[in-house]
């Protein structure tokens, strides 16, 4: 079962997927933090959200890139926070080329192992700003995965202050 | 109350307005000031950077108060710091008050869609 589920900066994705994790029963919980704690706000950020699972029986593994060699137990829930940062850490420090396929193939692998997988992402894509070539080639690949991900998710969901969106409603797990 | 939210120049004021049965008048952008309808809670956020105090207030002295506020944060990480906050703010206000709410509408081109609450009179 794959969830994907998205939303723009404090709309409360974050809070839901957890959720969805804790509501589905499975008690062997992973999270797969992807940012790399780079400066006062990343770490504050990270703080933040370490502080919303305390409690819940979250472990964490990092993983920034190659989500695809990630050894998570199997028939685990996992949470994936979040495909921006992933996509980002394997365009900007590894190459554009491959990027998306490597995120894939990281999600096949994570879906394939785990009984439940949580993937967050962030919608970057409604502000009609103009950017330079490289930021759109590279917002134009996110978009692109974000389609992809949606794609092979059972369920989608967008996260509007804090209320989800179905765009797709999965099976019962 | 009632939060309205949806991209910026979607028409939440004018349906908000036609939807109540209100005028342009009774629409403010400070709750300090004690509107019916508080449009534009983004641009209010802009300076106010522990807004819920004030918005309690609000909400005590007003409790059918309409709230519009703008959605801020599908788009790139801004440069700036404080565009950052400012956005991140917008967002968690906004999740605060949609917690609390009676009805959350959300308008599209124009269109309403009731995300919380029974909104049958907004459709």
């Known amino acids: ?173 | 109350m009632t939060l309205v939210i949806g991209g910026a120049g979607q028409g939440k004021l004018a349906l908000t307005l036609r939807v109540l049965g209100l005028d342009p008048s009774q629409a403010g952008s400070a709750p300090e000031e004690n509107p019916p309808v508080l449009n534009h809670l983004e641009t209010w956020l802009k300076t106010e950077r522990d807004p819920l105090p004030a918005l309690e207030a609000y909400l005590a002295r007003r409790s059918d108060a309409v709230i519009l506020c703008d959605e801020v944060g599908c788009g790139v990480v801004p440069m700036d710091r404080s565009d950052r906050d400012w956005r991140e703010r917008v967002g968690r206000t906004c999740c605060t008050l949609a917690a609390r709410a009676e009805l959350v509408v959300r308008v599209y081109c124009g269109i309403p869609t009731v995300l919380k609450g029974d909104g049958t009179h907004w459709n």
């Not at chain 1, 394939?112 to 502000?127: E, H, I, K, M, S």
């Not at chain 1, 490289?134 to 917002?139: E, F, Q």
Request: with cysteine; glycine share 10%.
């Open chain 1, 1 to 173: 079962m794959l969830l994907f589920i998205t939303g723009g900066s404090g709309s409360g994705k974050s809070a839901y997927a957890e959720d969805r994790v804790t509501a589905s029963g499975l008690t062997d919980r992973v999270y797969i933090a992807t940012m790399e704690p780079f400066g006062a706000e990343a770490a504050a950020r990270i703080a933040r959200h370490r502080a919303m699972r305390a409690g819940k029986g979250f472990k964490t593994f990092e993983c920034p890139r190659n989500l695809e060699a990630l050894p998570v137990p199997p028939g685990c829930a996992a949470l994936l926070e979040d495909l921006t940062n992933l996509f980002a850490n394997e365009w900007f420090g590894v190459s554009p080329e491959g990027a998306a396929e490597r995120v894939l193939r990281g999600l096949e692998a994570l879906r394939t192992r785990a009984a439940l997988t949580v993937v967050v992402g962030n919608d970057l894509f409604a502000d009609g700003l103009p950017y330079d070539a490289d930021t759109l080639r590279y917002l134009r690949a996110l978009a692109h995965l974000h389609q992809k991900v949606a794609a092979m998710a059972d369920g989608v969901y967008e996260v509007v202050c804090g209320i989800p969106i179905c765009h797709r409603k999965e099976a019962e797990l």
